[in-house]
C-alpha cells in the first residue's frame, strides 16, 4: 500500500486501479469526494495517468493533476490545499478515462494467443515519479477487487497461488471498440502488427471471440496474405461472415490468395450474386478453377456411381456366401460390403466383409446385417456424398431411389480421391 510523502516512497510502488477508487479525497485533512476515475495519456510503452477525477455530492468533479497527489494511504488519498476552482477545468481532449479505455474490456493476451477480461489494472510510480498503467489483472480475485469483496476472493483461494493472471502492459493488445460501446481513440496499426507476427491458427481463434464488428475492423486491416491464411483456418459460418462485411476489393483480395479449393469452399456458402461478383472480380486463371469445384460439386452423384457390387437375399447363409465369396466378387467395384435386398432390390441391410468372416457358417446374412443405413438418393450431389464421407468412416455408400431401391454403389476413392473434393 502506498502510504506518506510519495517522493520519499521506494521506486516501482504500485497500487490496483479498483482500490484507488474506494479511497476518500481530502485536502488540508478536510474529505472533498471520493475517486471516481483516473485520466491517461498513451505513451510508447505503458499509458501515463495524468490526472485523478475526484467525483464530488452536487458539484462538478475535480480533475486534480498528478503532480498534485500529495500522498496515498489505507483509506484517504491527500490532494495539494489549493483552491478547488483550480481543478475544475476539464483537461485537454487527448486525456483518456481509464475505465473507459480499460476496465471491464476485453483484450488480447499475446502472451496466450486468446481474448480476456480485464477485470483490474495494476499501476506502478516509477523512479521518475510517474503513475504509470503497468499490467492488467484477469484474476477472481481482480473482479472481487472491484465491488470490495477482496476478503472473499482470499477466503475461496484459501491461500493457493492463482494462475497467471497479471499481465505486462506490453503483452496485450486492445482491441477495437465493440457494438455499443463508446467510441475511444484505437491503434489499429499496433493491433495489425501483433496479429500479423502470430501464427494463422492463433490469428482464428482469437478473430472468433470477436464481435462482427471487430472482425470486420481487423480483417480489413490486415494484409492480404495474414487474412487469407487465417480465414482458412476459421469456421465456415464466420468465415462467410467475414467476407460478407469486407469491402468488395478486399474479399476478392483475400479469396484470390486461397487454393481454389478453400475459395470455392467459402464462396459456396455465401449469396449468388455476391460469389459471381467476386468470381468475376478475381484473376480468371484463379476463377476459372474455382467455377469448375463449384460446378462440378452440384453434379448428381448418379454420375459417379457404380452397379458393379454384390447384391444378396436376407436368407442366404454365411457359410455358402463365405465360399462363394471369390466368385461374387469378380469383377465388382465394391466388394467390401454385401447389399441385402428383397425380390424387387428394396436395400434392407448390409454386411461389412468383416462380420461375414466372423459369424457363424449356419447363419442368415439377415441375422448379420446392419439395419440403420446411411445412404445417397438420387438426388443427391456430389459435395453431399463428400460430406457424408467425412463425417463417417465409410468405404463406399449405396445409392437408392425413392422407393428405397437400390441404384447404385459410390466408392470412397472416387470421390474423395479427387484433386479437389467439394469439402476440401
Known amino acids: 500500500m502506498i502510504e506518506g510523502d510519495l517522493f520519499a516512497r521506494p521506486i516501482n510502488v504500485s497500487i490496483y486501479y479498483t482500490e484507488l477508487l474506494s479511497k476518500k479525497v481530502t485536502t488540508n485533512g478536510k474529505r ?5 476515475d483516473l485520466l491517461i495519456i498513451e505513451t510508447l510503452r505503458c499509458p501515463e495517468v495524468t490526472h485523478f477525477v475526484v467525483q464530488r455530492a452536487g458539484k462538478k468533479p475535480l480533475f486534480v493533476p498528478w503532480e498534485k497527489i500529495i500522498s496515498i494511504h489505507n483509506s484517504t ?6 483552491s478547488s476552482n483550480a481543478f ?12 473507459q479505455f480499460i476496465l471491464n474490456k476485453k483484450v488480447i493476451d499475446l502472451e496466450d494467443h486468446e481474448i480476456r477480461l480485464v477485470n483490474d489494472i495494476n499501476l506502478i510510480i516509477n523512479m521518475f ?4 498503467v503497468f499490467e492488467v489483472d484477469f484474476s477472481k480475485m481482480g473482479y472481487l477487487r472491484r465491488y470490495r469483496l477482496r476478503w472473499l476472493a482470499e477466503f475461496i483461494q484459501g491461500g493457493r497461488d492463482e494462475e497467471r493472471t497479471l499481465v505486462p502492459w506490453t503483452d496485450i493488445q486492445l482491441l477495437p471498440p465493440a457494438t455499443g460501446e463508446e467510441k475511444r481513440r484505437f491503434n489499429i496499426k499496433s ?20 464481435d462482427q464488428e471487430q472482425r470486420a475492423v481487423v480483417f480489413s486491416e490486415l494484409d492480404t496474405s495474414t487474412a487469407s491464411d487465417a480465414l482458412e483456418e476459421i469456421a465456415p459460418p464466420i468465415q462467410r461472415e467475414i467476407v460478407s462485411v469486407l469491402s468488395r476489393e478486399k474479399a476478392v483480395a483475400v479469396i484470390d490468395e486461397m487454393t481454389p479449393g478453400q475459395a470455392a469452399d467459402i464462396l459456396e456458402g455465401i449469396p449468388f450474386t455476391d460469389a459471381r461478383d467476386i468470381l468475376d472480380t ?15 460439386s452440384e453434379e448428381n452423384i448418379l454420375d459417379y456411381t457404380t452397379t458393379r457390387f454384390i447384391m444378396l437375399p436376407p436368407e442366404a447363409e454365411v457359410g455358402k456366401v463365405r465360399d462363394e465369396y471369390a466368385h461374387l466378387a469378380r469383377d465388382k ?27 457363424e457358417d449356419d447363419a ?14 438420387t438426388e443427391s450431389t456430389l459435395k453431399d456424398a463428400a460430406e457424408e464421407f467425412t463425417r463417417y468412416d465409410f468405404r463406399a455408400l449405396p445409392v437408392i431411389d425413392p422407393d428405397g431401391k437400390i441404384i447404385g454403389v459410390v466408392p470412397y476413392r472416387d470421390i474423395m480421391k479427387l484433386r479437389h473434393h467439394p469439402v476440401e
Open 32 to 36: 472533498i469526494g471520493r475517486i471516481r
Open 129 to 132: 515519479n510517474k503513475l504509470l
Open 282 to 296: 478475381m484473376t480468371p486463371d484463379r476463377a476459372k478453377k474455382v467455377r469448375s469445384i463449384l460446378e462440378k
Open 364 to 377: 442368415a446374412l439377415i441375422d448379420i446385417m446392419v439395419y440403420e443405413m446411411i445412404t445417397l438418393t
Open 77 to 82: 488519498i491527500e490532494i495539494a490545499p489549493e
Open 333 to 359: 467395384d465394391v466388394i467390401m460390403y454385401l447389399y441385402i435386398v428383397d425380390d424387387s432390390d428394396i436395400l434392407r441391410g448390409i454386411v461389412d466383409i468383416k462380420e461375414l468372416l466372423q459369424a
Open 88 to 99: 475544475e477545468l476539464e483537461p485537454e481532449s487527448d486525456k483518456i478515462p481509464l475505465q
Open 191 to 210: 493491433l495489425k502488427d501483433k496479429l500479423s507476427r502470430m501464427h494463422p491458427v492463433d490469428i482464428a481463434e482469437i478473430i472468433e471471440d470477436m
